[in-house]
């Protein structure tokens, strides 16, 4: 397989862990997890500098995953990229299990980060980024935000320090899928024009189908536009509950949790075995 059907295999994998994971500890976000998943299998599959067998070896690239919430994505990529086993996935969101509903990087490899809190994943990527920057390191930071933390002024705070210092090696990917918690982000706090708002704060950005592999691996090559001295914004416009039609566009499945029919319907969607498939099946 090449990079694109490996990454396409990933994402739907990463769809499919996450309705069973979800499903079978009780657990919410789905609709979440399946709206990023795309980018998680690009990520994982051909981007980032990453090394399973060693998960903290010095010239990895970081990724935090701001989003908290979509932990169970995050989970699955890691496992299926061979961070950890497979089997592990099965204890999600369950008493005593290391894989908590929002992600924890608590004895889990791979995970840099734990979040929940909105806002606060741009900051400690910033920290990151500018640590490596003086350090004269050459790794990547990797932070992927929903749409709806962008309402908050920390995430702003930190588009500010990233432009003023010029951190080029910071990529900030907004899960831009035009739904909150509660309700559409137009209706809570419209956000728009927002790759203006990114642009005035002095970060290159770039506006993708977040679904498209080929457009966001275009987006988060390295050095993409030559704008070296400026941190890159990819907002990513996609829909959530992806792949199952209905979840999508709908605030219902932020935390409704898919049991009896809903869940067999949504197997069939994704082209889920009827066994949860130990293996990525590549």
């Known amino acids: ?98 894989l908590s509903g929002h992600v924890s990087h608590k004895d889990v490899p791979g995970v840099e980060l734990s979040t929940g809190s909105l806002g606060h994943g741009l900051s400690v990527a910033c920290g990151m980024a500018y640590s490596a920057k003086l350090e004269g390191k050459s790794h990547r930071v990797f932070v992927l935000l929903s749409d709806g933390e962008c309402d908050e002024g920390t995430t702003w705070e930190a588009a500010l320090f990233a432009s003023h210092r010029a951190l080029s090696r910071l990529v900030a990917i907004v899960d831009y899928n035009k739904i909150q918690s509660l309700d559409t982000v137009e209706s809570v706090l419209a956000l728009e024009p927002f790759a203006a708002k990114w642009e005035s704060f002095g970060w290159d950005v770039v506006e993708v189908d977040g679904h498209d592999h080929e457009e966001l691996s275009a987006a988060l090559a390295e050095d993409h536009s030559g704008l070296h001295r400026k941190p890159r914004c990819i907002i990513a416009h996609t829909v959530k509950g992806k792949g199952v039609s209905f979840m999508e566009n709908t605030v219902l499945w932020h935390y409704r949790t898919a049991r009896g029919e809903e869940l067999e319907n949504a197997r069939d969607e994704l082209g889920a075995d009827s066994e949860w498939a130990e293996t990525s099946g590549e």
């Open 1 to 98: 397989m090449d990079k694109r059907s490996d990454s396409i295999a990933l994402a739907k994998q990463i769809r499919i862990d996450s309705l069973e994971m979800t499903s079978s500890g009780g657990g919410s976000h789905l609709g979440s997890c399946l709206s990023c998943a795309d980018i998680l299998a690009v990520l994982y599959g051909s981007i980032m500098n990453k090394n399973p067998e060693d998960p903290l070896y010095a010239e990895r690239d970081r990724f935090i995953l701001s989003k908290g919430h979509a932990g169970a994505a995050v989970y699955s990529a890691l496992a299926r990229s061979g961070y950890f086993s497979p089997d592990e996935l099965k204890t999600h969101y369950q008493n005593g299990s290391k």
